[in-house]
Nanobody, 123 residues
Framework: QVQLVESGGGLVQAGESLRLSCTDS????????MGWFRRPPGKEREFLAA????????TYADSAKGRFTISRDNAKNTLYLQMNNLKPEDTAVYYC????????????????WGQGTQVTVSS
């Protein structure tokens, strides 16, 4: 069973940066694509970014392009999301997820999810 644990969330001011981490404690995601999602208050969960098993392929939602960067370190079993120039509308619970395939495919949803980490951006 995959166990994903997010960390790095918090309260920041607009314009600041945060780096989220997601650790797979069971070391089962190394050969699988992984992704980041978020759920803003009162809204549906939305896709932000995904990365292939080896980090060679990355996909971003329009809302993440230019400010967010996804990366992974398989030696540490950790997925990252670097978020720069944060805006109040980035306030959400951020989730990492892993797919049961090596490359991201928009038609196939994640298999496992973390519990989420809260990011709050004040204006």
């Amino acid at each position: 069973q995959v166990q994903l644990v997010e960390s790095g969330g918090g309260l920041v001011q607009a314009g600041e940066s945060l780096r989220l981490s997601c650790t797979d404690s069971r070391r089962t995601s190394t050969n699988n694509a992984m992704g980041w999602f978020r759920r803003p208050p009162g809204k549906e969960r939305e896709f932000l970014a995904a990365i292939s098993w080896n980090g060679g392929s990355k996909t971003y939602a329009d809302s993440a392009k230019g400010r967010f960067t996804i990366s992974r370190d398989n030696a540490k079993n950790t997925l990252y999301l670097q978020m720069n120039n944060l805006k109040p509308e980035d306030t959400a619970v951020y989730y990492c997820a892993t797919y049961r395939r090596p490359y991201y495919n928009a038609d196939t949803g994640p298999t496992y999810w973390g519990q989420g980490t809260q990011v709050t951006v004040s204006s």
